[in-house]
């Protein structure tokens, strides 16, 4: 057996470990899968990252594949590829590992689907995500949130202090309205518990998995070094035309609300 095929099978999960993530999974809405990428993995991760964020063309202002967020000097910064799968043999590799694939259909029960996937780099000073819930931008899918997760692939060490994701315990059982004044938006803050908050560490290699509906947000980069993450999200379904559907509507809508266009209308104010 050769090194690579030795490490790949060593990562898939022994029942006993899938059965104790599926539990906390649908207890808490979401789960840590421990070490699930081998170290040789994951630096072959990180060495593509670079690769992607290195390409020509990126940092376009009309590149539909980048979104931009105010970085820390207050102007736009590009902070995530999507989708990336297209132009990424090694992050599909990570999106549709076997040990992955293989711990989703469990904790679903059903064949996991990839629907959408983007890849993450938060540079230190970049602000975060307000708390929502990712089931809230999928309702127009017509699947049930029960069946729509999202597994945070992570290539550096990540917590609070360097805009890691935090969760709000056990708010995957129902969509949450929005404030008063405007109930179709992201959940009302207010209304959420403080209490139920966990912000789980990450390692190099390990997978958070969360539920459509949990609640959670992240925070700014004040580390030191970016804080880079993988983010295929999965349908248990038998539809394989779900990742074309996606990516077609979503086109169509970065375009007419022209989401990640924001800096070419101000550098372009004058013409
Ligand atoms: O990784 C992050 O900082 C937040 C990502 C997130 O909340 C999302 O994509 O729904």
């Known amino acids: 057996m050769t090194s690579t095929l030795m490490e790949k099978s060593a990562r898939l999960l022994s029942d ?17 899968l421990r070490g699930l990428y081998t170290p040789a ?13 290195h390409l020509d063309g990126l940092d376009d202002d009309l590149n539909l594949r980048t979104e931009f967020r105010r970085g820390p000097d207050g102007r736009y910064a590009f902070d995530r ?13 990570a999106a549709k590992h076997p040990a992955l694939l293989g711990a989703l259909r469990t904790i679903l029960d059903g064949s996991p689907e990839v629907l959408k996937c983007k890849l993450i ?12 819930q990712d089931f809230l931008y999928w309702r127009w899918l017509d699947e049930s949130p029960d069946k729509l997760c999202t597994a945070v692939i992570n290539l550096y060490p990540s917590d609070a202090r ?23 938006a992201d959940c009302d803050p207010t209304a959420l518990d403080a209490a139920s908050i966990d912000m789980p560490a990450l390692e190099p290699g390990d ?6 509906l949990a609640v959670h947000f992240s925070g700014r980069n004040a580390g030191e070094v970016p804080r880079t993450v993988l983010l295929p999200s999965y349908c248990a379904t038998d539809d394989s035309g779900l990742y074309r559907k996606y990516y ?7 375009c007419k609300e022209m989401v990640g266009f ?10």
């Open 207 to 212: 997978v958070l998995v969360f539920h459509s």
């Open 81 to 93: 590829l999507d989708p990336v799968l297209d132009i990424s043999p090694g992050m599909t590799d």
């Open 121 to 132: 780099r938060k540079e230190p000073g970049t602000n975060g995500y307000i708390p929502h």
């Open 262 to 271: 924001e800096r070419y209308f101000e550098r372009n104010a004058a013409i």
């Open 41 to 53: 993995e994951t630096e072959s991760y990180r060495r593509e990252v670079e690769r992607l964020f």
């Open 248 to 254: 077609q509507r979503e086109v169509v809508r970065r």
């Open 162 to 184: 360097n805009g890691g994701l935090g969760f709000y315990r056990g708010t995957h059982h129902a969509l949450l309205p929005g404030p008063a004044s405007d109930p179709q």
């Open 16 to 32: 006993d470990d899938l059965d104790t993530y599926k539990k906390q999974y649908w207890k808490d809405g979401y789960t840590v």
